[in-house]
Nanobody, 115 residues
Framework: QVQLVESGGGLVQPGGSLRLSCAAS????????MGWYRQAPGEERELVAT???????YYTDSVKGRFTISRDNGKNTVYLQMNSLKPEDTAVYFC?????????WGKGTLVTVSS
């Protein structure tokens, strides 16, 4: 079992940057993979980026070149650096952890991109 707490959401202008953080209650070495999902109003929740225990990363096409997922093992924290933000990036962003066949979710943090 792991608890996940997201932070860093807020209101930013188009083209701006924001860094989200996800603090886990246990060592990242004990988590198979962590990721970021997002859900916009009226839309399905979608996968944004993932990082495995071994460091392999994945990004959905719409954020490639703009978002970067990273981790700090000493702080048990995963980050999502978001650059060149667009209005269509507006959503609640959720941190996700996978431990074997089980998945865990944070409560989400709202990102609003608007002028």
């Amino acid at each position: 079992q792991v608890q996940l707490v997201e932070s860093g959401g807020g209101l930013v202008q188009p083209g701006g940057s924001l860094r989200l953080s996800c603090a886990a209650s246990r060592s990242l070495f004990n988590i198979n993979a962590m990721g970021w999902y997002r859900q916009a109003p009226g839309e399905e929740r979608e996968l944004v980026a993932t990082i495995t225990r071994l460091g392999t990363t994945y990004y959905t096409d719409s954020v490639k070149g703009r978002f970067t997922i990273s981790r700090d093992n000493g702080k048990n924290t995963v980050y999502l650096q978001m650059n060149s933000l667009k209005p269509e990036d507006t959503a609640v962003y959720f941190c996700n952890a996978e431990i074997y066949s089980r998945t865990y979710w944070g409560k989400g943090t709202l990102v609003t991109v608007s002028s």
